[in-house]
């Protein structure tokens, strides 16, 4: 099982960027995706979770600005984010959690490379 991100890049505070994170590889559930960020010298910490039936949890610091959402089909994970600050600079990784590749079998979680989002002026 693989995690790809894409869609960092750098963007103007007050701009949005939407990030994806697709999974691939034989995969029989997910059971939460979501997205961490780390900035620099600091630990990784939660952004937003989504769950496989779209309950949806957020960091205090993106409520209002960034939505998480699912395609369970397409195992695929995207964070939209608006109004960005410069704080919202990091390094975004995508996660999922509890995935099985049979029915039945020892779950594990993931994690994707990460994808790099600068907010500058």
């Known amino acids: 099982v693989q995690l790809q991100a894409s869609g960092g890049g750098l963007v103007q505070p007050g701009g949005s960027l939407r990030l994806s994170c697709a999974a691939s590889g034989s995969i029989f559930s997910i059971d939460a995706m979501g997205w961490y960020r780390q900035a620099p010298g600091k630990q990784r910490d939660l952004v937003a979770t989504?769950?496989?039936?779209?309950?949806?949890n957020y960091a205090d610091s993106v409520k209002g600005r960034f939505t998480i959402s699912r395609d369970n089909a397409k195992n695929t994970v995207y964070l939209q984010m608006n109004s960005l600050k410069p704080e919202d600079t990091a390094v975004y990784y995508c996660n999922a959690e509890k995935v099985r590749v049979i029915k039945g079998a020892p779950w594990r979680d993931y994690w994707g490379q990460g994808t790099l989002v600068t907010v500058s002026s």
């Open positions: 989504i769950t496989s039936s779209s309950y949806t």
